[in-house]
């Protein structure tokens, strides 16, 4: 069942519900008013004809006489005696005679409602004490014409005012539902189109109301968005991918086919051969181990977070890399120990890229500052080489990109690094910033929540 007629039959049923349960509420309502009312009307009457009997009876007149005065027009007496026998009965018409309800002596005064074949009868039983001086019992009941007419118009009212409220309810119930599934309805042509032709398409925002259907078209743009960036960034990478691996390939296939061709015969083109392809292979392997790493996370990285002390984090690692490269690092701070929750093994990774691509572009000493600074924690790598340009600035974290290519493969650079240290860094909830000045130095820091 489509959703629309879903609507159509809830809205329908519990409309429905509704008007039955308030139509039931007012017509037992009046019924229960005016039945009291005439049963109240028929008491009045039937004390006003005992006060009457009881002024009369001192005439000594006789009873058929004596309750003809007060016969209702559309009702009659009856008197009975204890042993329940009709004494005396006076109705107005004789033809259509009125019929009772029983004829039950009772001591108790009594009144209700009783329906026959001929309609609906209200009664009151009052004892009295007869000019024998015996109680007997005055019945007085009386025809409800009017309140069954009454009845029936109030039914044909309700069912007549039901219609008219069904009826627009109806129209308007196709509205709504027309109004509320249009943006459902241009959600799912949308991804019907995306699913057909490939292309990414958002839906038209419409609404001006930013209510929940809005909200969800609102969000499935964004989605949209998402993931058309996440298609182009993969476009882009398979696209840089390829671009990065076809050189080094390129070089071990030129370097085969000289091999092929005179390696065997010369010693120097032999010893330059290997050394160009176990070069370009090494390369190759690092480049294809780094581009595992961002597919691996581009997901989400797997932190193994625990305290940790970063001053000593960065001397360890600065210390490493001075035995291994030969290079100078001061690690500048005022900190004796700074304690954060991180994932050692990874900011390390982050420490060892940066210092790495300082240590490419600058001959000089490198500057490792710690410290930290209001709620953050933060360590430094400043080098003081060539600088980076001011329009390369933004994109020296995106893949495979590299301010100097020459120098780049020269280094064995593949322009993955930073990348990597921005997920490595995004993962710990921190950021990572980078000035620099053309010719002169580059600064990146790394900042860090302070959780401990």
Excluded at 43 to 49: D, F, V
Excluded at 79 to 94: C, F, L, T, Y
Excluded at 160 to 185: D, H, T
Excluded at 311 to 338: G, P
């Amino acid at each position: 069942m489509k959703i629309k007629n879903k609507i159509y039959l809830f809205s329908t049923v519990w409309l429905l519900l509704i008007l039955l349960i308030i139509n039931s509420s007012i017509y037992f309502l009046f019924y229960k008013v005016t039945t009291n009312g005439e049963l109240e009307r028929l008491k009045r009457e039937a004390i006003h004809i005992i006060d009457g009997m009881n002024a009369d009876s001192a005439k000594k007149v006789d009873a058929i006489s004596l309750l003809q005065p007060y016969l209702p027009s559309n009702g009659m007496i009856r008197i009975i005696n204890e042993n329940s026998k009709v004494m005396i009965r006076q109705e107005v018409d004789s033809t259509k005679p009125i019929p009772a309800l029983n004829t039950k002596f009772e001591r108790k005064e009594s009144a209700g409602i009783y329906e026959k074949n001929e309609g609906k009868f209200a009664y009151i039983k009052i004892p009295i004490i007869w000019n024998d001086g015996k109680i007997v019992s005055l019945e007085m009941t009386e025809r409800l014409d009017s309140l069954q007419e009454n009845l029936n118009m109030l039914k044909n009212v309700l069912v007549i005012a039901s219609l008219l409220v069904l009826i627009p309810s109806f129209f308007a119930g196709r509205m709504l539902s027309k109004l509320i599934l249009k943006p459902v309805n241009s959600l799912i042509q949308t991804m019907e189109h995306i699913q057909v032709r490939g292309i990414f398409k958002k839906i038209p925002l419409e609404n001006k109301s930013k209510d929940e259907l809005h909200k969800m078209g609102s969000t499935f743009n964004k989605m949209i968005d998402l993931l058309h960036q996440n298609f182009e960034k993969q476009q882009q990478f398979v696209s840089d991918a390829s671009h990065e691996l076809r050189t080094p390939l390129t070089v071990i296939e030129s370097y085969a086919k000289l091999l092929k061709r005179w390696g065997m015969k010369k010693q120097d083109v032999l010893e330059e051969s290997v050394e160009a392809i176990y070069s370009e292979a090494v390369r190759m392997k690092g480049m294809t181990n780094q581009m595992l790493l961002l597919a691996n996370s581009s997901a989400e990285w797997s932190l193994e977070t625990n305290e940790s002390d970063l001053v000593r984090l960065c001397q360890v690692t600065a210390e490493q890399l001075e035995k291994t490269y030969a290079r100078n690092f001061r690690v500048i701070t005022d900190e004796e120990k700074i304690v954060v929750n991180i994932d050692e093994q990874k900011i390390k990774q982050v420490l060892v890229v940066l210092l790495d691509n300082a240590m490419k572009y600058s001959k000089d000493s490198i500057d490792i500052i710690v410290g930290i600074q209001k709620e953050k924690v933060f360590f430094s790598i400043q080098d003081y080489g060539m600088g980076i340009p001011k329009e390369d600035i933004q994109k020296v974290f995106d893949r495979f990109f590299r301010v100097d290519k020459a120098r780049s493969r020269e280094t064995g650079g593949t322009g993955l690094g930073l990348s990597i240290a921005k997920q490595i860094i995004d993962a710990h909830e921190g950021d990572i910033q980078l000035e620099s000045e053309e010719g002169k130095w580059t600064k990146v820091t790394v900042n860090l929540p302070h959780f401990s």
